[in-house]
């Protein structure tokens, strides 16, 4: 079956720390994959996507490689701000339908 | 273009109460969803629909049914609230037949049954 597994949170982590957030994924066939972000309040929005093995999804300082091989998506940023805290959730798309992981809480202090 | 709307943002519900929650998309997307999420879960698919005239089961459907009678329109139907049906629902919609088709989400509706 599908499913994405994703580190569980929340990460609290001072302004300019390094950032990883870990998503693996079980998946049939090439899913295309997916980070989302979720802002308090309000809806979930593409953060950035990969439709192949070895892509790497890049939007906004945050990066992912689609590792094929290790069934992996995860999502780092070199400098996070306080801006960036919000909920992330990981997800695939395969045959047109999404799943998502149980989303992972950053919280970043100044 | 104002992309996945819904409505309404909040909404409270007595138990056995039945409701409808709105979503229109001017995307013309072919594919819509209706997900809830739970405090502090993920989201879990209801229903999706994948054109006008069809739409099918998702993970947790029980409680809730659909229609699609447009391309822009796809309502989401309580018929009899409980409170194990309090939660934030989403609405997205995709746009296929081929390549990666990311969703476009709704703001969302705040719904608490009591």
């Known amino acids: 079956g599908n499913s994405v597994t994703q580190m569980e949170g929340p990460v609290t982590l001072s302004e300019e720390a390094f950032l990883t957030i870990n998503c693996t994924y079980t998946a049939t066939g090439y899913p295309s994959l997916f980070w989302y972000v979720q802002y308090p309040g309000e809806g979930l929005q593409l953060l950035l996507k990969a439709t192949k093995a070895d892509d790497k999804g890049s939007n906004k300082g945050f990066e992912a490689t689609y590792r094929k091989e290790t069934t992996s998506f995860h999502l780092e940023k070199g400098s996070v701000q306080v801006s960036d805290s919000a909920v992330y959730f990981c997800?695939?798309?395969?045959?047109?339908?999404?799943?998502f992981g149980s989303g992972t809480k950053l919280n970043v202090k100044p | 273009n104002a992309g996945v709307t819904q409505t309404p943002k909040f909404r409270i519900l007595k138990i056995g109460q039945s409701m409808t929650l709105q979503c229109t998309q001017d995307?013309?997307?072919?594919?819509m969803y209706w997900y809830r999420q739970d405090p502090g879960m993920g989201l879990k698919l209801i229903y999706y629909?994948?054109?006008?005239?069809?739409?099918d089961k998702g993970e947790v459907p029980n409680g809730y049914n659909v229609s699609r009678s447009t391309t822009e329109d796809f309502p989401l139907r309580l018929e009899l609230a409980a409170p194990s049906q309090t939660s934030v629902y989403f609405c997205?919609?995709?746009?296929?037949?081929?390549?990666?088709?990311?969703?476009?989400f709704g703001p969302g509706t705040r719904l608490t049954v009591t």
């Open positions: 997205a919609s995709s746009y296929t037949p081929e390549g990666p088709n990311e969703q476009y």
């Open positions: 629909s994948v054109g006008a005239g069809i739409t």
């Open positions: 997800a695939l798309n395969n045959f047109n339908k999404f799943y």
């Open positions: 995307m013309n997307h072919n594919y």
